[in-house]
């Protein structure tokens, strides 16, 4: 990763660093949520790209994604295994005590969908101490995946809403930078950066997870760090000086 490109900009596409690991990791996911919706095929990027030709929407979409989003959280440690996967540039960014949150995100995203996520970003309230990992299972481009605004863009955008939202919302679509990424990358990106999804004009449905990230000791916002974190890590010398308090109030 560049690094002052990251300081600059607020995000950057970076590789896998075990790609065997990732392909394993969507294997799993893929073979149950095959088994979830009936799905009889063998072609894992046949069934995640085709998704939308299973014809499930609305509340029997959601019920079947939940039932995927439940199977990673409580089989898949998916905050550590994306947490392994690019383990050298998180403790780069965030250092080496880490929490990781508890619960997946998992978004499927097929072609035609109205409910695009409309422009936002995460802090406030999520702590502007977090970093997000946003890791498609299949190749993304153009409206098959997301935007968002640098953090000069990002900062512009914010003074112009607090004078009027349409202008706002023209600004942040005419500066916006779309994610290409193939398989095999994940975006970083920081909380305070503005960013949305389009909706999917392509011909594919597009999977992708999103896990946050932050040093044990930073600032939480909103969130409290039991209920909302898992603790991943902690340096040797964090580990002493647990260690050290420990003992001093037994």
């Excluded at 088994?35 to 009889?40: D, Q, T």
């Excluded at 023209?170 to 095999?184: L, M, N, R, T």
């Amino acid at each position: 990763m560049d690094k002052e490109h990251f300081f600059e900009t607020g995000f950057e596409v970076v590789p896998v660093e075990d790609f065997s690991k990732l392909l394993q990791f969507r294997e799993k996911i893929f073979q149950k949520a095959k088994e979830i919706v009936g799905y009889n095929g063998n072609d894992v990027d046949e069934f995640f790209n085709n998704f939308h030709k299973l014809n499930l929407k609305g509340v029997n979409l959601n019920e079947k994604r939940m039932e995927i989003i439940n199977y990673c959280t409580q089989n898949l440690e998916v905050g550590r295994t994306i947490y392994e996967l690019f383990k050298n540039l998180i403790i780069q960014l965030i250092g080496s005590d880490i929490v990781a949150q508890k619960t997946t995100n998992l978004v499927i995203h097929q072609p035609g969908d109205q409910n695009a996520e409309a422009l936002h970003r995460d802090s406030p309230s999520n702590s502007p101490f977090e970093i997000t990992i946003w890791l498609p299972l299949v190749n993304v481009y153009g409206t098959k995946s997301m935007y968002l605004l640098n953090r000069e863009k990002s900062r512009e955008a914010l003074l112009i809403l607090k004078r009027d939202y349409e202008e706002f919302a023209v600004f942040s679509k005419q500066h916006a930078e779309s994610i290409d990424a193939p398989f095999g990358n994940a975006l970083f990106f920081w909380q305070g950066l503005i960013h949305g999804v389009p909706i999917n004009d392509e011909n594919e449905t597009r999977w992708s997870l999103n896990m946050r990230y932050k040093n044990l000791f930073s600032p939480c916002g909103s969130k409290g760090l039991i209920e909302f974190f898992d603790l991943l890590q902690l340096s040797p010398l964090t580990r002493i000086a647990l260690d050290y308090e420990k003992e001093a109030y037994q």
